[in-house]
């Protein structure tokens, strides 16, 4: 019965005496489905009780398919078993020995922001300088750490300024562990430790998890390996699940060789390939092998199907992201009217920034759809400081919006302070604002809170002469860099100060097309655009369990399959990431994240570009994604502007050169990730143009001109 759904390769796996396994095979071949039947058969043929088993993946939503899956085929409850992510299951563990691992029984958990301000405070207390030791970079180097599974006293120091982040991280888990408060990695991290010193615990729960199973096993980093052998011990049996294609989280830390250890840690382990694909029609299927046979080093496998061929995949060339969206929402129409129900249906795109204008045009036709693992574009929290600044502009009494921006960015105000401020306004009737300039007046703060209350006030009151006469878009985009925000975030490092910099860039766009689209006589711009911002962040958003269309990017898609696709923003800068260019490891990266997205389609596959986009501020012309053209002609149909034309008229007209002679040495100039700096000698001209820039912080760098503005 179990076995009856499966071909014989996986009823090899499912039925596969106890021990050690690993199963490396190709998108949409069953993986997923060989680990859910396998612990039915466990259960059901083994008599393993739900007990013993451990399953773990990489997201809620993943590990709730998981067990509702199992729940959907076992005769039993399933409660006993532990299937979650790696995250989830280690909180279970701590929350059960909160005594051994000398936490508070009520511990809590900080999440990336509370984390990021208890590091900061962490730094003052210390007396370092917030400049030299910015509490981002802080937190980049703590994190890091604690992914590669090491304390403070068992990091190498490099130099001098590594080892005062070593410090810092010392006097950080010191902090932690006085407020009973632990990270994300902290969960991992403490349970990997209280497994490897306390051994009556760790003999139990070898003794209990007789099975492990994993799936997605490619993307594990060294703590997730680690966290399993401690759970798995010598005896018990061990089933992973992967595919070295689909690896994508290298930037944090994961380690496709954990994929080879494993043989090796595990003696004896069976190595089972699937190369039938159930999920995908040929052509679908015949793009993503042709796209990932451009990798080198691959474990390699050829996925077949018995399916059918399918439509064609189409490429549509958008004249400008706002075209693209419109091609998007008429196609789902068109969808709609075909019989295809909306959740059947997923956009998926590289960028989180990229779903702002797809949402509009949702919007504007009534079509409900869910931001999955990701707000929608006016609740995230960047945006709400950005649209906070604007609205104290316009409007001093704006108390939730004083009170949202007063110390953000950090500038030295207080909560003490804040105290203050609230119980004046709150004693005498007045706003917070006009609380603060009489407090003022008064001289009731110490030099340094005044100094800091100060530059506050002038800073806001300085915002308001400068924008009065500004067009909407420059407002924003002056509001932005004059708060401090973009640089804020700028010295956050990695993805997600990233997303949150492309996040505010995409701001100054939304008033720019905001503007142009026509304002209401009655109402200012700004006060218009603030009005629309705020109805967009209403509660519009689809429940989980209504019919609407999925959004999400392209890493949080992993695993999951919708009968229509459409990949949004196929562009060279775009997808690949530019910070992936000229880094050939990074590009394999982004081409196996393109080959996620292309087999998460069953049926219908849509690719789309923008030949003109706005992006950073401004207008940007980029060449189709390489992706595209790693797809074999024969397999695409192409539509321009909603006339179909051949496919190579529809490549060469995209491209149009950087204008010569923009940069010249001892000009200064910007750069998005690096900040600004001077340049110091130029190379080549037109698209080969490299411009040598020397930044304050970081020295000098070689780079394309194209990545730099001028200031
Ligand atoms: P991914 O690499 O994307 O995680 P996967 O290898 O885990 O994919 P599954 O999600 O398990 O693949 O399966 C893909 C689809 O194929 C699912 O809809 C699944 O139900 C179906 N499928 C798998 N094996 C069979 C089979 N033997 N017969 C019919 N359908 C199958
Ligand atoms: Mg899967």
Redesign the pocket.
Known sequence: MILN???PA?QEAVQAPLGHQLIL?G???????VLTHRIVWLVEKENISPFNILAVTFTNKAANEMRSRIESMLSMPTKAMWIGTFHGLSHRFLRSHWQEAGLPQSFQILDSDDQFRMIRRVIHALNLDEDRFPPKEAQWFINGQKEEGREPHQVEPRDIAGQMFIRIYQAYQEACQRAGVMDFADLLLKTCKLLQTNATLRAHYQARFRCLLVDEFQDTNNLQYEWLKLLAGENNAVMIVG?DD?SIYGWRGARIENIHCFSKDFPGAKIIRLEQN??STSVILEAANALISKNSGRLGKNLWTEGKTGDPITIYAGFNETDEAFFIVNRIRDLRQNSYSLRQIAILYRSNAQSRVIEEALMQFGIPYRVYGGLRYFERAEIKDALAYLRLLTNLSDDPAFERIVNTPPRGIGDRTLTTIREYAKASGLTLWQALEQLLEQKQFTTRTETALLSFVNLIKTMIERTLALELHKQVEYVLYASGLIDHYRKEKGEKGLTRMENLEELVNAAHQFTQEGVPDEMSPIAAFLAYAALESGDVQAEVYDDCVQLMTLHSAK?L?FPVVFLAGCEEELFPHYLSMGDPKALEEERRLCYVGV?RAMHKLYMSYAEVRRMHGKEAYHRPSRFLHEIPVELVEEIRFRTKVSRPQAMMSTYQPEPEGRFHVGQEVRHRVFGDGIVLDIEGDGDDMKVTVRFPKLGTKVLIASYLTEK
């Open positions: 759904s499966l071909n996986q095979a998108a949409g071949s069953g993986k997923t489905r595919d689909q159930y999920r695993g399959e087999t």
